[in-house]
């Protein structure tokens, strides 16, 4: 069965960075997009970009490019999401969904940015 | 962007109740729409896809419609599993977006 199974819970401080994993099983890694999607506390989902495993290729939503940076290894059929200079913001839940439709999701990975 | 609103933002309802959320899109969107279901502390559930196709494994009692600009998603029958968060996001275009989404509460 399709499985995305995301790295544990991260404590960062501002201006730090952050590196989330998603690793995926029961399909072929390079067949479909993963997407990364975050939802802060209380608040609703918001979507972050994807990347095409098979080539590499991405496309951020224009408020994160500059600070996020997604990254895949195929042989290991496993996705990565990295933000940079973290603020009390980026506190929230962040999720990684395979394809467009947002098919399946991982468990979620929560961040939380603080002094 | 394309916004997506929904509505109600809540709704109370009884057990074998039938309910319907609404979204609409600022601009056209085909058929490109998707629901999901959110339970607290959970990943989000995908429900439909392209407006009206029913996930696998996701019970009939779950339907969606609409096309363009205005999309419902109906339950019937609630039953207590129900009662949890509910989202529209759009996919024809990028970025893609999120309703604000519909708590769904026991009355």
């Known amino acids: 069965q399709v499985q995305l199974v995301q790295s544990g819970a991260e404590v960062q401080k501002p201006g730090a960075s952050v590196k989330v994993s998603c690793k995926t099983s029961g399909y072929t890694f390079t067949d479909y997009y993963i997407h990364w999607v975050r939802q802060a506390p209380g608040q609703g989902l918001e979507w972050m970009g994807w990347i095409k495993p098979k080539t590499g290729d991405t496309n951020y939503k224009q408020k994160f490019q500059g600070r996020v940076t997604m990254t895949r290894d195929t042989s290991i059929s496993t996705g990565y999401m990295e933000m940079t200079r973290l603020t009390s913001d980026d506190t929230a839940v962040y999720y990684c969904a395979r394809d467009s439709g947002l098919t399946y999701w991982g468990q979620g990975t929560p961040v939380t940015v603080s002094s | 962007d394309i916004q997506m609103t929904q509505s109600p933002s809540s709704l109370s309802a009884s057990v074998g109740d039938r309910v319907t959320i609404t979204c609409r899109a600022s601009?056209?969107?085909?058929?490109?729409l998707a629901w999901f279901q959110q339970k607290p502390g959970r990943a989000p559930k995908s429900l439909i896809y392209d407006a009206s196709s029913l996930q696998s494994g996701v019970p009939s009692k779950f339907s969606g419609s609409g096309s363009g600009t205005d999309f419902t998603l109906t339950i019937s029958s609630l039953q207590p599993e129900d009662f949890a968060t509910y989202y529209c996001?759009?996919?024809?275009?990028?970025?893609?977006?999120f309703g604000q989404g519909t708590k769904l509460e026991i009355k």
């Open positions: 996001q759009q996919y024809n275009s990028y970025p893609f977006t």
């Open positions: 601009q056209g969107i085909y058929n490109y």
